[in-house]
T-cell receptor, first 112, second 114 residues
């Protein structure tokens, strides 16, 4: 069974640009969560989606948004990029809301 | 909100020895506590988890203990091997009581030397 797939693996952007990251959950999983990982702040929860609806949200500004499609695939978008947005963005899937999380390898975003 | 503290930040043990990593949490409502292992260039991998209605759980060389009164939980790895070298994260559920919206500790870098 394939794991959680995140694309692209690496991304370089400049300040002010926007970026879209993609996540395909484990087959049959219907819930997708996103986390930001940085050396300074560690792993922080961004949001959780289930059945195309946002179920939970972390303490990030409105520049961070996401969505989930009918096939459970998810995207997250960051607008007006700042240097501090440089991080590893991790997607995790679970069978349903609140069940065990399985992470992908992440997208490493660098903002110059 | 939930706050999770994790110690130590680095841990070096010899192959075959045991390793213990400790975490404390703040939210009384937390009742789900997973542990993740992260290797270089990879995402966190769930290695074991425990719910608050259980005091201890074991899976081969890995065990987790939970003291809900004191609000702390620990990861125990016995007979460590070089492939156990990685960064380990504890997490707590907060008031969701589930794996939704996990709060993570700051990580422990475990080095197993030959």
């Amino acid at each position: 069974k394939a794991g959680v797939t995140q694309t692209p693996r690496y991304l370089i952007k400049t300040r002010g640009q926007q970026v879209t990251l993609s996540c395909s959950p484990i087959s049959g999983h219907r819930s997708v969560s996103w986390y930001q990982q940085t050396p300074g702040q560690g792993l922080q929860f961004l949001f959780e989606y289930f059945s195309e609806t946002q179920r939970n949200k972390g303490n990030f500004p409105g520049r961070f948004s996401g969505r989930q499609f009918s096939n459970s695939r998810s995207e997250m978008n960051v607008s007006t990029l700042e240097l501090g947005d440089s991080a590893l963005y991790l997607c995790a899937s679970s069978g349903s809301v609140g069940e065990k999380l399985f992470f992908g390898s992440g997208t490493q975003l660098s903002v110059l | 909100g939930e706050n999770v503290e994790q110690h130590p930040s680095t841990l070096s043990v010899q192959e075959g020895d045991s390793a213990v990593i400790k975490c404390t949490y703040s939210d009384n409502a937390s009742n789900y506590f997973p542990w993740y292992k992260q290797e270089l260039g990879k995402g966190p991998q769930l290695i074991i988890d425990i719910r608050s209605n259980v005091g201890e759980k074991k899976d081969q060389r890995i065990a987790v203990t939970l003291n809900k009164t004191a609000k702390h939980f620990s990861l125990h790895i016995t007979e460590t091997q070089p492939e156990d070298s990685a960064v380990y994260f504890c997490a707590a559920s907060g008031d969701t009581g589930t794996a939704s919206k996990l709060t993570f500790g700051t990580g422990t870098r475990l080095q197993v030397t030959l």
